[in-house]
């Protein structure tokens, strides 16, 4: 599906003055209000109301309500309640037209295409920018800058997770340091008996990947149940249908990918050198 | 000895993981701080671009932001009523209109034409002259970016297709020289403006819907707020908010997602620290049980040992939390470039912006952090058993 240069196609906030009329009308133009707007003017599907293009009201239109919508969730509309009413363009034109338009020469701010064959998207834009001078085609998942707002949210997020990957690492060699340091006597025993470095390391490996493995469920776990808790608490405050947080197979997998093996690196580096030093000087004799 | 030199050479003692612990105090730290910064930063750089324009009070149709809201009609009468309003100041309504720059070799570049009515200007002049009254129809000023684009100077010329409608094709294109290269407020990286008046962009475009703008901005002479109130009983149609309201919209509007992202990452970060302080110092405690079983038999008493504990957790903290604070401004500036890109973000703007409060609150909670994460080790020398620990040390 292609978009030409669309920026508003939707009618947003011509709400001027809604007045609920009681007449029903088999002539009058139906309209799609968005829920955050019925629930403000307390309208239902039925009612017929008045809309204008204008501030002051005047010009004003009836249309019957035949449908109340979820908007689609906007990121840079965020926090911003979603007054919305859909019309059909030629009655939103009609509404908008001013005396000296002339039918049929009404401006529109994009159209959208469904190609037969997508593939042939590129070629499409080339023909119609050729064709056409002063339309602008662009493929619609490059169009608008929702995908722009996302890609840079997401980029923030992963500095902000970089940075507490560093930390966690940081404390987590710390922890590890500590906890080897204690396990001092048992390896030095272990090495006395006659266990090669590398057995004692192999099982030392595999208790930090076994441990982190633990812990990553544990974190999966806890940020899974966070997630319904955070996007009904972001979608309460904005009276938004978005979702905030969506913990997906590869974001699980990046973590878990992530977590593993730093968590076996970091007990294997802390470890490394404890096991380097003689056994009878980790026994302390 | 005091209780702080010898929390001070029990870390010294240990210099690898008392280091690692510190920085990643520091780590933590930093990450609080800018979630702090971020909490507040990208209002007050709001309210300082706000205020920087001049005007402190703005009317639009609605309580909607600037450029969402239907445009007022009637414009002119509008700006004259205002002007005679008792504590009103200088007036200016402002309209934008799309329009298309033609290029000399290649396509045309998009970009926004502001057309005022009223002095002075809402921008800043960097070269050349800003209009003037007796400014011709065909004077306009462009950004930095627009004279960067078209390598244009003041006494250039440009060919610009308007629209003050839909597309920026639909009007024929009209030639205007520019007079001087601005600075507007509010203006978005890379994005090319110029700015003329009403009258220059009526007929640029052709404009079918004439007298009209989208804002009217006043400086106002007293209280803003008289002025709001003045405009209110002018126009009830009208919703005039002055900087502090505009403020409030947007953080109802622009962006809170930052500031409620930022609460609870503040939230999250602390719970980490905490935990993270919390079981460095348990086992560090842990490992010192005979050690410190020893210095009570010696006569240290139980209140001095405790010192001890928290003296430990405050150095530890205390250290890292100081190194977060210059790792913390360093990541802000890479945090705030990042999220500049995000689209129609004014150059001005910044998401990251310190304040003595951020910093206040900053060192109230690693110190809170400090305090909650020692009670648990606290707690276990405190009813630590002399005798048997001893005992179990030497059987050991």
Known sequence: MLRLHARRLLLTCLVVSVTTLQAQSTRTPDVLVSRQLAESEHLAIGQVIRLSPHTDGTDARTFRIAGIYEPTADPQRLGTVPRKVRLHL???????????????????DGINIRLARPDDADAFIRDVNGRMPGVGAVRADLAGNAIGTFTVVERFHYAIATVTILAATIFLLALTIMLVDERRETVGILRLIGLPVGRILSQILLEGVLVATAGAAFGLTLALGSQRLLNRFFQWKYDSAMQFVGITPHVASLCV???????AVATVLASWALLRRNGLRLVRR | MRALAFAARSLVRQPARAALGMLGVAAVGALLFDMLLLSEGMIVSMRDLLERTGFD?????????????PRMERARETVAAIGRLPGVGDVLAVRFGDMALEQ?????????????????????????HDLSPGSGTDDVVVNRATAADLHVTPGSQLLVHASCESSPGAAPPVRLRVVGIVSFPFEIAGERMIGGSLDTLESACSARARDQADMVLVTSRGRPDEVVDAVGRLRPDLHAATNAQMLGRVEQAGF????QISTVLTTVTVAFALLLICVL???????????????????????????????????????????????GLILATGLDRILKNLPNIPTDLHFFVFEPRALLVHIGLLAATAF????????????LPIAATLRSEVIS
């Open chain 2, 57 to 69: 009070v703005r009317i639009t149709t609605t309580a909607e932001m600037p450029r969402t809201a």
């Open chain 2, 104 to 128: 000399t070799h290649g396509d045309p570049l998009n970009g926004t034409f502001q057309g005022i009515l009223g002095t002075p200007g809402p921008w800043t002049v960097m070269t050349g």
């Open chain 1, 257 to 263: 990918s992530i977590a593993v093996p730093l968590g």
């Open chain 1, 90 to 108: 030629p009655d939103l034109l009609d509404l908008t037209r001013t005396a000296t338009q002339v039918a049929g020469t009404d401006p529109v």
């Open chain 2, 372 to 383: 909650v994460a020692a009670l648990y080790p606290m707690r276990i020398v405190a009813r």
């Open chain 2, 256 to 259: 809170s997602y930052f500031r």
């Open chain 2, 281 to 327: 110092l348990t086992v560090s405690v842990n490992q010192r049980l005979g050690e410190i079983a020893a210095l009570r038999a010696l006569g240290f008493s139980r209140r001095r040992i405790v010192a001890d504990v928290i003296c430990e957790s405050s150095l530890m903290v205390g250290i890292g939390g100081a190194l977060s604070l210059p790792a």
